[in-house]
């Protein structure tokens, strides 16, 4: 039996995602609630209308064991009786709470459903959420030693020796997500910064520097699904789902210990990309693309993303960010929001806000920094370092 | 191995002072089980304990033929210098004698009296005389608290003629696990989780060397009068027994535990003078010692015995309350040396082909080498078998970064990930890294401690660069 293509099937009628930061004054429970009310309120759905759930939380251990089950999505928003399932798959967390409502309402199961990912990270020092959790929590020597930023820095290290890469192309797309920020209210850096000053930042682990690298952020975003022919039923203005990939291609320790893996891109992206894009009738990303929101938790991993998504071809990377055309103001926008540079990265929360990112151009509803005529936007996430990744594309107009 | 020596005599140095096991259930209001350990005044060591027991051997021997003294203990008093020299000149013994220390393991008492077999059996000495001794803490609160008790034990070994008991046969088998440790900078000896400890490292060697011992004598196990084995705990020996058929009631002897605690490397050979006295002319006696593996030693009683030597001892028994025992010995300060986050003994075990010998696993199907403890070849999507594959502990810098953010000693701390000579590729730390290694260096693989969880050093391969020769 063929398998069924999502395109069109359902649609993104609610929208809603906290301010990102360091929200030292919000608990879990709190961003929780503000990010499905706001959604809840932009659908026009009363919570009683509300029949699955999906919550994506990647590190309950980062904190105060918030985000282990659905019950602490259920419980801040007293929406009990439902079934509310947690996901967790490193950093495509939140496009898979996605996945659960889109094939809940495609099975019949529910209705309306309800994909929230939030992350408190900031109970903690950052030198203590995730850095720290590699340090304590990981294999007693597979990997010991290395961060998050470690583990990405050794495919920069490749592209250096193969592609030419510089330590400039990497600052340059800092450079450009940090100017992008300033648009966006909700990031939790609004700065922009020079190459001078991206270049000249502390390192992390090099070629990678601070600036080349996402901060340590709370925050939580969520979305109202609901099938497309119902959609007519819900206030929010309705953006289609055309496709959706999520691929897991590799293991925790895989490529680094087994030679076969050239550390150049990561094939979970690509097979992601080119399941969403099919469903989407996508054959010319490049082209066909209005807006993409890329996983650049470090500067590295966007640059290598623009080659797993096609937009260019394998080795063009630098071209492509040195010709300014992932700019606002270019023909492919990249991270119009500020990607996860700026806006920072909360671990279960950055997919949806992805997603709510480009909802607001293809509704034309992103302010100062809406990208005209936007018609196709995608989301990018890729995690665990590389093992897997979620790409979806959305529409503003059923096809 | 058959030996054709016997014990002569022996002594036991059994500290008077005694804590009840009550006396720490109380103190920290928990359960424990009935009993009393022996332990060392203030003024007492694991060398002064030696010296007591020898004393008494050497009592009624002509000095003259001990040719060789080997001291056992897992804490003697020097980390450098002779316990066995300083005890043998104590002894007036003469310079010749041959003095041997043997440390390092819960089996040293065992090792020392096999070693003193084969000196004597291989004629190098007339005779030798073995000392073991052992003063070990444990941590206030902590779980083993109720194991630990101190004494020292001496036996002279000589030829079979004129022996009380004749050693007929004995064998070892050494495996390395870590069930139990104590690092050098610590006080307090450390174990793993204890349902893996008994299962790997006491069970197996254990059956091992008695399987081995009962071929090598040719005893049935009902043949047997009396079983000595060392039991980490109250369980795991008469676990080994019932499962081999020993009627326990009858043939399991333990006359120290109970009363004395777990006396470390002394504990086997006090457990088997005190059998030996308890035993007429005729009687077999097995001794299992544990410790790094374990050992066997299969003896015969040649003469009833007379002496009550161990029966003396246990009545000098005076209890002293746990907060003096305490003070006594300086015991409150935690000697915690951990760092690095989570091990696991059980995980370490698993991986040890890796983490000791470099041995990976290459997929027959594919040929691709996976440095990773995977069921399967995850590139062929059909199951395949694996064979073993030792990497080559040179090989060449294919990406690398340095972690200025993860907590080390010489920060920053590189990462590398190595493709090595002949296949493979691991992803290390860098050791040594005078000047940053780079993609395309060539490097060596070096063992090393990575840290120290778990309050024991974690060890693991490093790579730095290769030493290179110049022309």
């Known amino acids: ?399 | 191995m058959s030996s054709d020596c016997g014990i002569h005599g022996w002594g036991f140095a059994i500290p008077r002072r005694r804590l009840s096991n009550q006396a720490v259930q109380e103190a920290w209001n928990r359960p424990g089980f009935p009993g009393s350990r022996a332990v060392t005044g203030p003024d007492e060591d694991s060398l002064t304990l030696g010296m007591q027991a020898a004393l008494q051997v050497i009592a009624d021997t002509d000095e003259s033929k001990i040719e060789g003294l080997i001291f056992a203990s897992t804490t003697s008093v020097f980390a450098e210098k002779s316990c066995a020299v300083l005890l043998g000149t104590a002894l007036g013994l003469t310079n010749q004698t041959r003095c041997i220390d043997v440390g390092g393991s819960l089996r040293a008492g065992s090792i020392a009296l096999e070693t003193a077999c084969d000196l004597v059996t291989g004629g190098s000495c007339r005779s030798v005389l073995v000392i073991a001794a052992d003063q070990r803490f444990s941590q206030p609160g902590s779980p083993d608290e109720f194991l630990f008790g101190h004494a020292g034990v001496a036996l002279l070994v000589g030829r079979k003629e004129g022996a009380t008991a004749q050693i007929l046969a004995h064998c070892q088998h050494a495996s390395s696990q870590f069930d139990t440790w104590r690092t050098i900078d610590s006080r307090f000896p450390r174990a793993s989780d204890q349902r893996f400890a008994r299962q790997g490292a006491y069970a197996q060697p254990m059956q091992d060397v008695l399987t081995r011992i009962l071929k090598t004598t040719g005893w049935q196990i009902s043949d047997v009068d009396k079983i000595v084995p060392y039991s980490p705990d109250v369980k795991s020996a008469s676990r080994l027994l019932k499962k081999n058929g020993f009627d326990l009631k009858r043939q399991y002897c333990d006359l120290a535990s109970p009363q004395l605690g777990l006396t470390g490397a002394a504990h086997l050979l006090v457990m088997l003078c005190a059998a030996i006295e308890k035993s007429a002319r005729g009687e077999r006696i097995l001794a299992l010692g544990y410790g790094d593996g374990a050992s066997a030693c299969a003896l015969q009683m040649d003469a009833d015995c007379e002496s009550s030597f161990f029966k003396m001892a246990l009545k000098q028994g005076y209890d002293i309350p746990y907060n003096r025992f305490l003070a006594l010995h300086d015991l409150l300060a935690s000697d915690d040396v951990s760092d690095g986050g989570f091990t696991s003994e059980i995980m370490e075990e698993r991986n040890k082909p890796l983490w000791l010998s470099l041995a990976a696993k290459r997929c027959r199907s594919c040929g691709a080498v996976i440095a990773l403890p995977l069921p399967g070849c995850p590139h062929c999507q059909e199951p395949t078998e694996l064979q073993e594959f030792f990497l080559s502990r040179t090989g060449t810098v294919f990406s690398v970064t340095h972690e200025h953010y993860y907590p080390t000693p010489e920060p920053p701390l590189g990462m590398a990930t190595v493709n090595l000579d002949g296949g493979g590729r691991l992803t290390l730390q860098v050791a040594d890294e005078n000047k940053p290694l780079q993609v395309g260096d060539r490097v060596e693989l070096v063992w090393r401690r990575l840290h120290k969880a778990g309050c024991r050093p974690n060890y693991f391969w490093k790579c730095r660069a290769l030493a290179k020769l110049e022309k």
């Open chain 1, 1 to 399: 039996m063929s398998v069924k293509k999502l395109k069109d099937q359902v649609c993104v009628v609610g929208i809603g995602w906290t301010p990102f930061g360091e929200l030292f004054l919000q608990s879990y429970e709190d961003l929780v609630a503000e990010a499905a009310h706001a959604a809840m309120r932009d659908a026009g759905v009363s919570q009683r209308q509300i029949d699955a759930a999906w919550l994506g939380t990647a590190f309950p251990d980062a904190g105060v064991y918030k985000g282990r089950a659905g019950m602490d999505l259920a419980e801040p928003l007293g929406l009990f009786d439902i079934p509310v399932t947690r996901v967790s798959n490193y950093c495509a967390t939140a496009a898979e709470t996605v996945r659960g409502a889109v094939n809940s309402l495609l099975a019949g199961e529910s209705n309306v459903a309800l994909a929230l990912g939030v992350e408190k990270l900031r109970d903690r020092s950052p030198q203590d959420s995730i850095v720290k959790m590699m340090v304590e929590m990981g294999h007693p020597f597979y990997q010991k030693g290395f961060t998050a930023a470690g583990t990405f820095a050794m495919y920069a290290s490749r592209h250096f020796e193969k592609y030419g890469v510089t330590r400039e192309d990497l600052a340059r797309i800092s450079v450009k997500n940090h100017a992008h920020a300033c648009l966006n209210p909700k990031a939790h850096y609004r700065r922009e910064i020079t190459l001078e000053q991206a270049l000249g930042s502390p390192m992390v682990a090099d070629p990678l520097t601070l600036m080349d690298s996402c901060p340590t952020t709370d925050g939580a975003a969520a979305v109202i699904l609901v099938r497309t022919e119902d959609a007519k039923n819900f206030s929010g203005i309705p953006v289609y789902l055309k496709g959706l990939g999520l691929s897991v291609s590799t293991g925790w320790d895989l490529p680094f210990f087994d030679e076969s893996y050239d550390l150049l891109s990561f094939e979970a992206a690509k097979v992601a990309a080119r399941k969403a894009y099919q469903e989407a009738d996508i054959d010319e990303p490049a082209q066909q693309i209005d807006l993409a929101e890329v996983h650049d938790c470090f500067s590295i991993v966007e640059l290598l993303t623009y080659e797993d998504l096609g937009f260019c071809k394998p080795g063009n990377a630098k071209d492509l960010v040195g010709s300014g055309a992932t700019r606002r103001d270019g023909h492919i926008p990249v991270n119009v929001s500020g990607g996860l540079l700026s806006c920072g990265h909360p671990v279960g929360a950055t997919g949806i806000r992805m997603v709510c990112e480009v909802c607001e151009h293809l509704r034309g509803s992103a302010g100062d920094r809406q990208i005209p005529e936007a018609r196709i936007g995608l989301t990018h996430n890729i995690g665990g370092p590389g093992a897997v990744a979620a790409v979806t594309v959305l529409g503003k107009e059923k096809s």
